[in-house]
């Protein structure tokens, strides 16, 4: 039973460049969220989706980052024109219900990490 | 809002001793707390999780929390680390209704010989 994948596990991109992040939910698993790590930081969350539908973006900045969980095929975290700012780990989480309702756990995935030169 | 102060950045302990790895969190409502780690290079694995009931937590790995609702905690212990325990502990909460996590900005557990 194949866990949350994620890719590429290492991402680099110059300034102004776009990144694409893909995540793959476990089988069975309808939910997906995006966290942020910083350096030296705590994780920080982004967006919820569920197939087709932004549940929560509370997290994500206002420009530049979009995310999308399709009916066929990975979540993806899109970041238009990168800044340094951006380099950090970028991980995906996913569950098969409500985790808010039903406290189910979530699963993460190995994380990409971004660097912007 | 939610938040959570895990006090100690760093905790140093030799093999076969035991640890506490402290956790407080603030909020106006009910919550679900969790304990996660993280290896190095690695995703984030949940060690244990307090969603109601009784107010020990047994997890993998020989670890246990216990949920403190008058102190807002939510330690985590173990009586006896090895050195493959050495990794980044976090806590985490969400509200009840709520599907994200807020997490704390961690706890590394460095355990040498």
């Known amino acids: 039973n194949a866990g949350v994948m994620q890719n590429p596990r290492h991402l680099v991109r110059r300034r102004g460049q776009e990144a694409r992040l893909r995540c793959s939910p476990m089988k069975g698993h309808s939910h997906v969220y995006w966290y942020r790590q910083l350096p030296e930081e705590g994780l920080k969350f982004m967006v919820y989706l569920q197939k087709e539908n932004i549940i929560d973006e509370s997290g994500m900045p206002k420009e530049r980052f979009s995310a999308e969980f399709p009916k066929e095929g990975p979540s993806i975290l899109r970041i238009q024109q990168v800044v340094r700012g951006d380099s950090a780990a970028y991980f995906c989480a996913s569950s098969p219900q409500n985790q808010g309702a039903l406290g189910e756990t979530q699963y993460f995935g190995p994380g990409t990490r971004l660097l912007v030169l | 809002a939610q938040s959570v102060t895990q006090l100690d950045s760093q905790v140093p302990v030799f093999e076969e001793a035991p640890v506490e790895l402290r956790c407080n969190y603030s909020s106006s409502v009910s919550v679900y707390l969790f304990w996660y780690v993280q290896y190095p290079n690695q995703g984030l694995q949940l060690l244990l999780k307090y969603l109601s009931g009784s107010t020990l937590v047994k997890g993998i790995n020989g670890f246990e929390a216990e949920f403190n609702k008058s102190q807002t905690s939510f330690h985590l212990r173990k009586p006896s680390v090895h050195i493959s325990d050495t990794a980044e502990y976090f806590c985490?909460?969400?509200?009840?209704?709520?599907?994200?996590?807020?997490f704390g900005t961690g706890t590394r557990l460095l355990v040498s010989p």
């Open positions: 985490a909460v969400s509200e009840r209704g709520f599907q994200k996590l807020v």
